[in-house]
């Protein structure tokens, strides 16, 4: 197995800084598998809707006050339909609103058809100074059957486009789809690695409920790679990644060292972020707890709620610290680095021993599953990580 680099938390909590997600909602298309707040409209005041979000991030930036700011994140649906000064008013909002980080990462997603490509220049000059290309598939076949609506030559030229404008550039792919061998596999994966992005999100294909694939799958239209064939399909996906200089920093991500997303790893360590726009989640340390935010999923209600009240949040709670510390647990154990105890300590206020089973723990670790690292972290194997969704329920309190 391939361990990603060490990547050390600041010595002191209050030393941690910000990541900013903001949510745009539209869609030209809803994807069959895609279970996101995402939404078709036949129209959308963009304007309007860029307005809403400058408020609401006004409105929680006065509430977290001026903290430093790592990340900002443009998020959806699909953001690239956001019109580019829209990005670039809410860059400097939150720039203004936060202490930016010199080298503040700002991501945005986009959809490779040759519209959106065509405004990527136009991004960069917002301020966006990393791209990630929702690409998924890189034959026709497969991507009808994803309802993508782009061809692969769309994809290649977009990312031809994007790797000459911005300093980083991701792109996602979908495998373990129906019929798809490990050779076929790895023969797409070489072709997408040779593209030389320094980050790649590589899925497997999961059926999630309330999706049209949900409905099909269970009809029986398709059937999806399970077991030691999909066991398989990841083993490869991590052995052609490293071919070419990516590891595994995390269960579905891949990156050169040092090109890690710094907003995403911000939710696997269990930082704080702050989540503006429709259905956006946040989590939030305020006079020592831990606030657990949602906003309303639906956009005319979410924009509704924010021109009259200044935001559209539908529930906050002050997380347990026994619902801090399994939250801290579940996302730090996708990370090839593994989770530091003191870390759970620190977040949730708990002793490790109470947040884990250790008898389980020590069972898991017996059958290869987890493992304890020199510097004292614990570690999923490349064996555990396959199973960390059945792992997960029983090693936790």
Known sequence: MIDAPTLAWPAAETAEPLALYIHWPFCAAKCPYCDFNSHVR?????????????????????????????????????????????????????????????????????????????????FRAAGVNRLSL??????????????????ANEAIAALEHARATFPRLSFDLIYARPGQGEAAWREELRRALSLAADHLSLYQLTVEPG???????????????????????YTATAEEAARFGL??????????????????LAYWR??????????????????????????????????????????????????????????????????????????????????????VDRAMLDALREEGYLRWLPNGRLQATMEGRLRLDALLPVLLK
């Open 134 to 151: 929702g690409v998924q598939a890189l034959d026709a076949a497969s991507l009808g059957f994803l309802g993508r609506n782009h061809s």
């Open 211 to 233: 999706t049209r694939f949900a409905t099909e799958h269970a009809r029986g239209a398709f059937r999806l790679p399970e077991g030691d064939d999909a066991a398989a399909l």
């Open 270 to 355: 269990y930082a704080d972020y702050l989540g503006i726009g429709a259905g956006a989640h946040q989590r939030l340390t305020q006079d020592g707890a831990i606030l657990a935010a949602r906003r309303h999923r639906a956009p005319e209600i979410w924009l509704e709620r924010v021109e009259r009240d200044g935001h559209a949040r539908v529930e906050e709670e002050a997380l347990s610290p026994v619902d801090r510390g399994r939250e801290a647990m579940l996302m730090g154990l996708r990370l090839s680095e593994g989770i530091d105890p003191a870390r759970i300590t620190a977040r949730s206020g708990l002793d490790f021993a109470s947040v």
């Open 42 to 122: 036949p129209e959308v005041d963009a304007a309007r809707h860029g307005r809403a979000l400058l408020t609401e991030l006004e409105h929680e930036a006065a509430r977290a006050g001026r903290r430093r700011l790592s990340s900002i994140f443009f998020g959806g649906g699909t953001p690239s339909l956001m019109p580019p000064e829209a990005v670039a008013a809410l860059i400097a909002c939150a720039q203004v609103l936060f202490e930016a980080e010199p080298d503040l990462e700002i991501t945005l997603e986009a959809n490779p058809t040759s519209v959106e490509a065509g405004k990527l220049r136009a």
């Open 247 to 264: 590891l595994p920093y995390e269960v579905s991500n891949y990156a050169k060292p040092g090109a890690e997303s710094r907003h995403n």
